[in-house]
């Protein structure tokens, strides 16, 4: 029975070096994307104040002990996590790498969550559950989606690559890829077709980074003119 016990600790062991090794990657790429995609970012020194790739690092650790089964240090690192950082990143929760969290503060991400590489997602976004129930509960967001500030992705739902969440859009249905959606509830404003790729992205690409940012409220008049616009276009062609 003994020699049962230290067999299968040599085994999780062996697991979290493997899994720390995977980690150190992703950091990495975490990194360069990082870089990539924050136009504030002048120096590596900045790596050791930023917030929001700091508790993603966090997380990698952190998950590499979950996935290893040393799950009380996992969910102590989670806890320590919350606490300097306030993101709430469940250690179950799958981000691949590549992903950049920017500011960080009041993020949440559960356990059933997928996030794909290429990801940006800002202060104050969701992806959470809309019932109290087991198995899938959480969203699956796709490579190269942006998220905008305060927005809230609820349930087992679909993001599709390329899509963009608008900030404090409240998202509860499927997002095509390449789609942007915005709202409560979120609906669906462009899409990047040939068909109207030219008119509402186009008339829309000043106000986008805004949107995406938190630092521009448009009313529901703005989006209903831009929608309308597209449609007849759209039916002309």
Known sequence: MQSLNILGLF???SSLIERLLQARKYIRLDKEALKQNDPSFESSFQFFFHAGFRSLRMYRIYHAFYVAGFKFL??????????????????????????VIDHGTGLVIGSTAVVGSGT?????????AKYITKGKRHPTVGKNVIIGAGAKVLGPI????????????VVITDVP???TAV???ARIIAKQTSQ??????????EIRKEVSDGLCSISEDDYSSIHEEAVMSTTHH
């Open 11 to 13: 085994r999780k062991k």
């Open 158 to 169: 679909t993001i599709g690559d390329g899509a963009r969440i608008g900030a404090n859009s």
């Open 74 to 99: 996992a969910y102590f690192l989670y806890h320590m996590n919350r606490v300097l950082y306030s993101v709430d990143i469940h250690p179950a929760a799958q981000i691949e790498p590549g992903v």
């Open 177 to 179: 890829e390449n789609a």
């Open 183 to 185: 709202g409560i509830p």
């Open 196 to 205: 109207v790729e030219n008119i509402t992205f186009v008339k829309t690409r």
């Open 120 to 128: 940006v997602l800002y202060h104050g976004v969701t992806l959470g």
